[in-house]
């Protein structure tokens, strides 16, 4: 559960990793996201209004997500029914009675404090679900234990550092218990290098092999052939995804971009569990 709510409020590092070009090698970009992660150590004491006020119920509402993330400030909101917070950085609205939780800058998610649910994602996870079984399963590149106790679709690219990190991972993400199925998502767009890259990678006579040479940035020999790349492609635009990698879970959940394997296997049994869906 606690991993789940954290990644509600470090969505916006989180994702703003992803999808910017790739500046930082795969350790930087790993430390940059553990940082993310990472609960404040030393939280401001934050504001402490008069019990039973909207202020009150918006601190209470907050704390009850992540007890650990800094509040630097409540106040009123320019519009009626909700207060105003200022969270790690990010501004948050709250409903007056303290139920609801309206983050914007993570893409408009709603979250749901009594239930713990975050009611954006629920509405976008079966949206996915329904686009990710128009691709066959013959077209997923597939690593994966004996028995899987989880199956995660994974967006990925071959040039982005985090996605290289991930691969790098796999026996790791295998040994916990979760099956990959790489989908393709060329970041640089239809026709580029990349996508050349990612279509010969498809082509190949041994797709896993040329999906690891590809981000081990060893030569992949050039092939064409008829694909689903660009499906694969046009579905993860219309599933929200501006970069890679972005992971789902069997539902349509968003889990997030980079995840570590023993996080993922967390977030994984807690969503399965029933914990409330992370914010991606």
Known sequence: MKRLLLLAFSAISLSACAQAPDTQAPDAQAGAEAAATAPAQNPPAGPTPAAGTPEARALEAIRALNPDIPVER????????????????????????????????????LYDAHAKRNLTESALAGMRRDLLAKIPATERIVFAPANPVHTVTVFTDVECGYCRKLHSEMAEYNRQGIAI??????????????????????????????????????????????TTV???????????????????????????????PAALRQALDELKAGAAPPAG
């Open 181 to 226: 199925e790489y989908l393709a998502f060329p970041r640089m767009g239809l026709g580029s290098e990349d996508y050349k890259k990612m279509v010969s990678v498809w082509c190949a006579d041994d797709r896993r092999k040329a999906m690891t040479d590809a981000k081990n940035e060893k030569r992949v020999p050039q092939r064409d052939c008829t």
């Open 74 to 109: 409540v106040a009123a909101a320019p519009m009626p029914g909700f207060r105003q917070a200022v969270v790690g950085g990010q501004v948050v609205y709250v409903s007056d009675d303290g139920r609801y939780l309206f983050l914007p800058g993570s893409g408009g998610a």
């Open 230 to 260: 660009n499906m694969q492609y046009d579905i993860g635009r219309r599933v929200g995804l501006t970069g890679t990698p972005m992971i789902l879970a069997e539902d349509g959940t968003q889990m997030g971009g980079y995840v570590p």
